[in-house]
């Protein structure tokens, strides 16, 4: 139990963040391996594809627990009390500024956080690849853009949505946003030519364009994400943290 004084404000924080949220670390690479395998299953049908649904299936159930897990602690924390009032004028809650009803789960919020800069990353490391191998780097580096973006982005967007259903429920608007970004990620990726056909290259120049549409809808979700976890804070919120006794 943490007594009363025996942290600062910004020091309990942080505590609190790692206390809710570090055990679930390891679970990480359990949803990413389960999503990779659907991708693999369903999309790239390098699997069979009941392995792929039952992997697709397996994914959303630790995101699930951990959600529930973290709206149970949260509960908890505050009927016990710890210092709920130093850290709420210390951290204004940022779930009006920014138009949210209710963060259901930090945890969730967390995992959205992280699989949305997965996004944001995966899309500079394509684009990177695809330039290399148009610029003679061989077969590797077209075969390594297509599992980057078939998989590894396809995965985290799914998990991005999952993971929003958790820690936003009932704020429909931002659920839709992040299912948004899972729409546009599976029409962009089904909008890359194929292997057998390559014409139609009018249409399959939106595979690329619709990239930077991707970039530019993960970044929103994963900024909105840090405002909510108090990892980015408004100006006008610095100046009243700043100017508090």
């Known amino acids: ?24 670390f390891g679970w990480f690479g359990v949803i990413f391996a389960a999503a990779l395998c659907g991708g693999l299953g369903l999309v790239q049908r390098g699997l069979p594809r009941w392995l792929g649904a039952v992997s697709a299936l397996a994914a959303p159930t630790p995101v699930a627990i951990m959600g529930r897990v973290g709206r149970r602690g949260t509960r908890r ?3 016990a009390g710890v210092a709920r009032g130093d850290l709420g004028r210390a951290f204004p809650p940022p779930t009006r ?15 959205n956080l992280v699989f949305a800069t997965v996004v944001v990353v995966g899309v500079f490391l394509q684009v990177y690849l695809i330039t290399s191998y148009f610029t003679g780097a061989g077969e590797g580096a077209l075969d390594a853009h297509g599992f980057v973006g078939g998989v590894v982005v396809h995965a985290s967007e799914l998990i991005v949505f999952l993971s929003a259903l958790v820690a936003f429920w ?7 946003f992040n299912l948004f970004l899972l729409v546009l990620g599976t ?15 009018w249409i399959h120049g939106l595979h690329g ?16 994400d840090m405002r909510l976890l108090g990892l980015k804070r408004s100006p006008a919120r610095e100046a009243a943290i700043s100017e508090s006794p």
Not at 10 to 18: A, H, P, R, T
Not at 97 to 110: E, F, I, K, N, Q
Not at 170 to 176: Q, S
Not at 190 to 201: H, I, K, Q, V
């Open 170 to 176: 009932r704020n429909w608007r931002w659920i839709v």
């Open 97 to 111: 500024a920014l138009g949210c009803r209710v963060m259901r789960s930090r945890t969730a919020v967390w995992v």
């Open 1 to 24: 139990m943490v007594e009363q004084n025996n942290f600062a404000n910004k020091g309990l924080y942080v505590l609190f963040v790692i206390n809710d949220t570090a055990p679930w």
């Open 187 to 201: 029409v962009q990726i089904f909008l890359s030519p194929p292997d057998e056909d390559r014409a139609s290259g």
């Open 77 to 79: 924390s505050r009927r």
């Open 209 to 224: 364009l619709l990239a930077l549409f991707v970039l530019v809808t993960a970044a929103i979700i994963a900024h909105r």
